[in-house]
């Protein structure tokens, strides 16, 4: 943080974009991973009933874009870890044939790390916590349905937070522009965790 | 105290039995029913009491009471317990509605009452809110019927059943229960069939079934790689089509788990103990499969590929091999080894056998050949299978000497030749050829000139210094050494001329000879084919035929459709070949390549004689047959003639009319013929009858005309010389004219006219010859090309104009003056009644000779512009304007009678010619038109 001068602005400023493109290429594989699991599992094309899995505080305007962005992160790092957990019991009930679905499986999931390995510059020292409702071990009795029906959760949880992530990053290099100052002062006095949970 | 119980019992007993007896309330009614349901197995299991043993059934679905089954069934009761029991299957599962139960004991038509509602709750009772569906993971078999159904989350709406994504009838069984049918099955994806369940907006629930077979595996069979374990292979057979692990095919063998056919990657399981019995148990939800094996282990060798592979010395003609094994118990095994030898073109498969085979040495290999080596060995005792196959190894085997070439001496005269020998193959080469050498020798010098020469020559000239015969030797030459040299003698040479050619007929591309046999023929024959009349260096072949042979065919490839070849067998033996036989033929006829040449036309009167050559033999392509003629008509040929006598190469066209003809002469051959070559000719009238025709005979004729006419001239002379000369008589005066005898002498003015008048009431005293006023004559003058008082100067000018302007100058000279004569008489009683001169009044101006008087028609006094008018218009309507219209435009002819203008003897009153009103206009001009155009 201390070194951190106009170089080191204009060299977020051009992180925040990289990670920006990144998100808005994650967010369009996300859809086309929804998209690919429905083909192949001729599932409808109406959402599966139910909340979000992830909730996070909400994104009020006082906060500012390091802390947005860190709390969008912890809600991406719960979405890594449900689709690993997903892959992980998906590989373990079904065989692991090739398929386009599993490709972009992988894919997704390399990418969404590469997002979270991103956006840890941008947080700035900031640290939140997502919370996630539900669990797949809660799912068991659903059967192989309650599998199915997990993995489209999980997967529009990831469209939905890789939307908002991507929005978020988007709108984000003016605005840190304008308020280098105050991201550095929160940074100072607020430290990580100032709404932890 | 005993006798009323008594009593009361006895009593009781009777109203029972009389309720036995009596109506429906007579069968007791079941108790103590209890339900027991199976949910996986969608059964449910009634329990009752009864001394019945037929009941009526019935199953309600509660909430709508839909009757799902109403029975009548004969149940036994137990013989411990005494219960009854009966099991109903359902077609839904049980989840999805509440049951409800009752029963009743039946006799014939007698039935108790039925018993309370038992009732099993499904899962759409109103503690459970939740979305459900059932059944989940089932696993059934390609072709099964299922019923699935969805309970719809409390305060949702249904919308719909997807089966596989298709939309599905559904039914309702409850409040919040629907229900579908699925008939026939196919078998499920990787993940299983799914079955949705949805609301309007969301996708509420589901379940999968998985849909397949069960197992499918056959032929297991047992063998040992290592001569101790067991190693067991089977074929997995269909597919199951459930990749759920929990569902996958399980493995066991001798009821040992078989791991990794249980992952789905092999096929086989391994045990390290040779058991002889062999048992693997394939199972799946669907089903079980056991297969079975036995045998001695000595029954079941199956060999490991042998290791190390190496030549360990190669020669030209065979190499030795050496390989280890990896197993030292093969050692002691008696085993057969096959080794596979992969060479350019080469390929053999060779078997050997031995006790722990280790080495062998391939022979009858080929010199300077790659070879690719494998090996595979078996158990030589209960040969089971061969083994696995070595990696291959190349190995390549040393040059040798070259064989002996095939060679041949072609004699293309008497005294020249050449030797040909053909390229040996890499078979035969034994490594690459560097050379050949070619010696020769004669009878008189025993002594060879080698020459050498490179690999691609294949041929070498001979010359026959004298007329010994000479050997030529020629050995072909590699790394290796010298192959044996082949000698030939040179053959006599026979030209073509020399000997009765046979014409050959090829078949089918071929050339099918035989011969007599020779008894010479010590070493065989050599049949020879080249092209004809090839001179030089030529494709000259040849092939060596065994003296027991005595037919040889000639293969097409070595031969040309369209060329003609000279074949010839010679014999051998010792000394030089002699020809035996010779042909000359087409392997393939074809169409001549070339029409005849020097095609020539000539004609004789209305003949024509066509001749031509026959074209170079290279061009025929075939035997010629003949030449078919034609006559290029348009667009079309017509066949003049067909000679088919090649030899004949001249044809007349007899008869011909004069016009231009196009004759195509075409060559055939039994192929056909070509496309001809074409000559025209102009049929004209030959020199000398054109001569007599077109000069002599119009000269003659024209001669003839002319005689003709001076006979006639000549015999009419007299009328001639009336009709152009007439005799002018001299004026005849009254009285005594005793003028001097000499010529009258008179020269009138050239511009003194007379003009008579002629008048009944004439005074001769007073009037004689008046002269014609100084204007008049200048009137006339200068109306001289316009003289329109008489038709005659425009007859006559008329005529000039058509005869020419002789004519002119005759008329001229015709006229005669002699009114000049009369110009003087001022006395003469002669009555000249309108005389009209034949010439113009142009004649004037010459003023010498008779000329007689003219009289002019017109009034002097008329106006001089009416004549031109008058002129102008007979000019331009006709030129020549009869006497009668003359008659009728001159006022003063009707005073004229009809006899004006008619000529008139100056000396007589009589008309010379006929008088006749119509006739005398035509007098002097009629004749002379009718003589012009050819009348008399």
Redesign the interface.
């Known amino acids: 943080m201390t070194g951190r001068g106009a170089n080191g602005r204009r060299g977020l400023r051009g992180h925040a974009g990289k990670t920006s493109a990144l998100a808005r290429l994650l967010h369009k594989e996300c859809i086309e991973l929804l998209e690919a699991y429905r083909n192949s599992e001729s599932l409808p094309s109406s959402p599966v009933a139910g909340d979000y899995l992830v909730s996070i505080p909400p994104l009020v305007p006082q906060l500012s874009d390091a802390e947005k962005i860190s709390i969008l992160r912890a809600a991406l790092k719960e979405c890594l870890r449900l689709l690993e957990d997903v892959i992980t019991r998906e590989d373990a009930d079904f065989s692991d044939e090739d398929s386009e679905y599993r490709r972009k499986r992988k894919t997704v999931r390399d990418r969404l790390g590469h997002l979270l390995a991103s956006t840890e510059q941008l947080v700035d020292g900031h640290k939140f916590e997502a919370e996630v409702k539900e669990e797949l071990d809660g799912q068991a009795a659903g059967g192989s349905f309650g599998l199915k029906k997990w993995i489209v959760r999980v997967l529009q949880e990831l469209v939905h937070w890789t939307g908002q992530t991507s929005d978020t990053l988007h709108s984000l290099p003016a605005e840190m522009e304008k308020t280098p100052k105050t991201m550095s002062r929160r940074t100072r006095k607020g430290g990580a965790g100032k709404i932890r949970k | 105290m005993q006798g009323w119980v008594i009593l009361a019992l006895l009593l009781s007993l009777g109203v029972l039995h009389s309720r036995g007896q009596n109506g429906p309330s007579e069968l007791a009614v079941p108790h103590s029913l209890t339900l027991q349901p199976d949910l996986p197995a969608q059964t449910l299991s009634l329990t009752w009491q009864s001394d019945s043993s037929l009941f009526d059934i019935e199953i309600f679905h509660t909430e709508l009471m839909n009757v799902v089954l109403n029975e009548t069934v004969a149940v036994t009761a137990g013989p411990v317990t005494g219960q009854r029991g009966w099991t109903w299957r359902s077609p839904s599962p049980l989840e999805c509605t509440s049951h409800s139960v009752q029963i009743r004991a039946r006799n014939q038509q007698s039935v108790s009452q039925w018993s309370p509602l038992q009732t099993i709750p499904g899962s759409d009772i109103p503690e459970k809110s939740e979305?459900y569906?059932y059944p989940?993971?089932k696993v059934v078999p390609v072709g099964s019927n299922m019923t699935f159904c969805c309970i719809v989350?409390e305060k949702?709406n249904f919308k719909e059943i997807?089966y596989?994504?298709q939309t599905m009838n559904a039914t309702r069984l409850s409040r919040r229960a629907y229900a579908i049918t699925v008939t026939n099955q196919p078998a499920s994806d990787?993940?299983?069939t799914?079955?949705?369940c949805?609301?309007p907006?969301?996708?509420?629930?589901?379940?999968?079934v998985f849909v397949g077979y069960p197992p499918g595996d056959e032929g297991l069979v047992c063998e040992t790689r290592d001569l101790a374990s067991a190693e067991c292979s089977w074929k997995k057979g269909r597919d199951t089509h459930l990749?759920?692990?929990?569902n996958r095919t399980n493995y066991t063998l001798n009821g040992r788990d078989c791991l990794e056919a249980n992952e789905?990657k092999t096929w086989m399981c391994n045990w390290k103990v040779w058991e002889e019995n062999w048992t693997l148990v394939a199972r799946n939800p669907l089903g079980t499969v056991r297969l079975t094996d036995s045998a001695q282990l000595a029954d079941r060798v199956h060999l490991l590929a042998p290791a190390n592979v190496t030549a360990v010395e190669v020669e030209a003609w065979n190499a030795t091999l050496k390989w280890s094994w990896p197993v030292a118990a093969y050692k002691k095994l008696e085993m057969i080894c096959q080794l596979k030898l992969i060479g350019h073109e080469l390929s053999s498969t060779r078997n050997y056998s031995g006790t722990g085979l280790s080495s062998v040495m391939l022979e009858d290999l080929w010199p300077d050949v790659d070879y690719t080596v494998t090996v595979r060995c078996g158990s030589k005792h209960a040969f089971w299978k061969s083994g696995d196959e070595s990696a291959p190894y190349s190995i390549h085997t040393k040059m040798d000497r070259p064989d002996a070439l095939d060679v041949w001496l072609w004699m293309d005269s008497s005294n020249t030749g050449r030797v040909f020998w053909k390229p040996l193959s890499e078979r035969e080469s034994h490594g690459a050829l560097v050379g050949y050498k070619v010696s020769q020798s004669s009878a008189e010098e025993d002594m060879w000139t080698p020459v050498s020469l490179p690999p691609e020559r294949l041929n070498y000239p001979i010359i026959l210094n004298n007329s010994s015969d000479i050997t030529v030797a020629v050995a072909a030459q590699n790394p290796a050494g010298l192959s044996q040299p082949s000698a030939v003698t040179t053959p006599a040479y026979r030209a073509d001329s020399q000997l009765s050619v046979s014409e050959l007929l090829g078949t089918h591309g071929t050339f099918e000879l035989s011969w007599q046999p020779n008894a010479n023929a010590s070493r065989g024959y050599v049949v020879e084919w080249v092209p004809t009349g090839c001179r030089g260096l030529c494709p000259v072949n040849w092939e060596k035929v065994p003296e027991s042979d005595r037919s040889f065919t000639v293969k097409p490839d070595s031969l040309e459709g369209g060329v003609r070849y000279t074949v010839s067998v010679y014999v051998l033996s010792a000394g030089a070949a002699s020809l035996l036989q010779r042909w000359q033929g087409y392997s393939q006829e074809m169409i001549p390549a070339q029409s005849v040449v020097e095609l020539s036309v000539n004609q004789t009167g209305s003949d024509v004689l066509l001749s031509w050559k026959a074209s170079a033999m290279e061009h025929q392509r075939g035997f010629i047959r003949g030449y078919t003629i034609y006559l290029a008509n348009a667009a079309r040929l017509d066949l003049v003639a067909n000679i088919s006598d090649p030899e004949v190469r001249s044809y007349r066209v007899k008869g011909l009319p004069l016009s231009s003809y196009k004759f195509i002469v075409k060559a055939y051959t039994s192929a056909g013929e070509d496309m001809g070559l074409t000559v025209a000719i102009k049929m004209e009238i030959e020199t000398a009858e054109m001569l007599f025709v077109g000069i002599l005979v119009p000269l003659a004729a024209m001669f003839c005309c002319l005689i003709l006419i001076s006979i006639c001239c000549y015999k009419k002379r007299e009328w001639v010389k009336k009709a152009f000369y007439p005799e002018i008589p001299g004026p005849k005066v009254p009285g005594d004219w005793s003028s001097p005898q000499g010529p009258l002498d008179v020269k009138p003015s050239p511009h003194s006219l007379v003009h008579i008048v002629e008048s009944p009431e004439w005074d001769f005293s007073k009037k004689g010859l008046v002269p014609v006023p100084e204007e008049e004559e200048e009137f006339e003058n200068d109306n001289i090309e316009v003289d329109t008082d008489s038709d005659e100067p425009a007859l006559l000018r008329y005529y000039n104009h058509v005869v020419g302007d002789g004519s002119h100058s005759n008329h001229v000279s015709d006229s005669s003056g002699s009114s000049t004569a009369s110009g003087g008489s001022t006395q003469t009683e002669v009555t000249y009644t309108g005389i009209q001169s034949p010439s113009s009044s142009q004649g004037v101006c010459d003023g010498g000779g008779y000329r007689p008087q003219m009289q002019s028609a017109a009034d002097p006094a008329e106006p001089q512009g009416e004549f031109e008018a008058d002129f102008q218009d007979d000019s331009l309507n006709t030129g020549y304007k009869p006497q009668c219209s003359w008659q009728l435009d001159s006022p003063e002819a009707e005073n004229l009678s009809g006899s004006l203008g008619s000529p008139t003897s100056v000396t007589s009153s009589q008309f010379l010619l006929p008088e006749s009103s119509e006739e005398k206009p035509q007098s002097s001009n009629t004749w002379f038109h009718s003589f012009l155009s050819g009348k008399s």
């Open positions: 979305s569906m989940q993971d989350k949702y997807m596989k994504g990787n993940t299983g799914n079955v949705v949805c609301s907006m969301f996708t509420l629930t589901g379940a999968v990749r759920r692990k929990i789905g």
